[in-house]
């Protein structure tokens, strides 16, 4: 798996998942998203990111071939001293899926609340 991948399947999963909730909870999304209240999205957002971490090894190995310092920094959700290198790299993996997973639900709540408000 490489990270254009990744980000169709993100992108994909978004798309899905926002037209699979119920009118009231979408309605509640975009309204957190224009007051700029941003939890109950955030909660979203972990729960997809956690969804879409790849689970084989060398798909997160694989991934690492797209951004190489994530085979060499530490991330901040694992201790390096006791993992591999595939650990290391899927703690990137992972904060990289929330970041992306985050904005592309911030991008298409943008374009519901364009279109509630015109």
């Known amino acids: 798996m490489r990270i254009k ?18 009118k009231d909870k979408l309605e509640q999304l975009v309204k957190e998203y224009e007051s700029g209240d941003y939890n ?18 060398s798909d997160i190995l694989e991934l690492a071939l797209d951004n190489l310092s994530w085979a060499t920094a530490p991330s901040d959700l694992i201790d ?7 650990d290391i790299i ?21 374009e519901l ?3 509630r408000n015109s």
């Open 90 to 110: 899927g703690g990137w993996v992972y904060e990289y899926l929330e970041e992306y997973t985050f904005n592309e639900l911030l991008n298409k709540l943008q």
């Open 40 to 57: 109950t999205v955030q909660e979203l957002m972990s729960e997809l990111a956690e969804m879409m971490m790849p689970i084989y090894t």
């Open 113 to 115: 609340s364009e279109q």
């Open 5 to 22: 991948e990744l980000d169709n399947e993100v992108k994909e999963t978004v798309k899905y998942e926002l037209e699979e909730l119920d």
């Open 80 to 86: 390096s001293n006791d993992k591999s290198a595939a």
